[in-house]
């Protein structure tokens, strides 16, 4: 048989903490534990929803108002996020052999924007190289003589 339940005493409700003792004159002032810290299977099955590698899975909690529930999630999911090797990057480019199929090309993680970034600038590079190769003079002296050549073996077809 349990126990008798014994009543408290108002004064075993209560216990006096010196306020001078604190390291801290807020609460503002303390650094945010990480999510969940006391409730072990949460957090198993937090980083286990946050580590899911297909779409469609969701994570849900609820609790107590106060908890800051959402945040500490967010936290913990960020922290699975960071600890994994980021998804490819995909970009598509002209196929030049049947333009209506681009070519898919599969980068290393966040490395888009930098090829985008390196192509618009090669872009801007021979949009500024090439009219400057076509003016030049070696260019012309060349054309000159593939002109010269042309128009000597057609006069000679010609004249055959």
Sequence with gaps: MPEAIKKLHWT???RVTEIKGLAFATTAELTPLSGLQEQPRAREAVTFGAGMSRSGFNIFAIGPAG?????SIKNMAAEVVRSHKPPCDWVYVNNFRTPHKPLAIALPGRRAPMFHKAVHNLIEDLRVTLPAL???EDYQKRRT???QTIQGK?????SA
């Design 12 to 14: 075993q409700l209560y």
């Design 67 to 71: 908890l800051r529930i959402q945040q």
């Design 134 to 136: 076509f003016e030049s």
């Design 145 to 147: 003589a593939i002109e």
């Design 154 to 158: 057609t006069e000679r077809a010609f």
